[in-house]
């Protein structure tokens, strides 16, 4: 295993990052090296984000305004929420995470 292998391995191993099976790289938090569900526009770039949560954690992570565009899970209806000076555009949404947080490395990828 090459250097950075071994450095991304640690990395997963204290969940710092999530790689694949095959060792490539899946996410380093709150970013997805993958396309999912939760689009950050931020920095003058798309970005990925894992969940709700880290979608929100782009533009905290950037320090920058970002708009974020998804879909209720429930309904299927667009949702887009535009972070403005860290707050966001519409302060009622909420969200529920389905699995409590003192379990999400039992399966990070499914939380």
């Given amino acids: ?3 950075v292998q071994t450095a991304w391995r640690r990395l997963h191993d204290e969940h ?6 095959g060792g490539e ?3 380093a938090n709150p970013f997805s090296a993958i ?8 920095g ?17 992570a950037l320090h920058t ?11 299927g ?10 707050r966001p555009s519409d302060e009622t949404m909420r ?5 409590p947080a003192h379990a999400w490395w039992d399966d990070i990828v499914f939380t």
Avoid: K
């Avoid at 396309?35 to 931020?42: D, F, G, I, K, L």
């Avoid at 209806?77 to 860290?86: C, H, K, M, Y």
């Avoid at 969200?95 to 699995?99: A, H, S």
């Fill in 95 to 99: 969200f529920n995470c389905l699995v």
């Fill in 77 to 86: 209806e667009p949702l887009t929420v535009a972070i403005r000076q860290q």
């Fill in 65 to 75: 305004d970002g708009d974020i565009e998804t879909s209720c899970p429930d309904c």
């Fill in 25 to 27: 790289l899946r996410m």
């Fill in 1 to 3: 295993m090459d250097v």
């Fill in 16 to 21: 710092a990052l999530v790689l694949h099976d």
């Fill in 44 to 60: 003058g770039r798309w970005w990925d984000a894992n969940c709700a949560w880290d979608a929100f954690g782009i533009c905290a």
């Fill in 35 to 42: 396309p999912t569900a939760y689009r950050v526009h931020a």
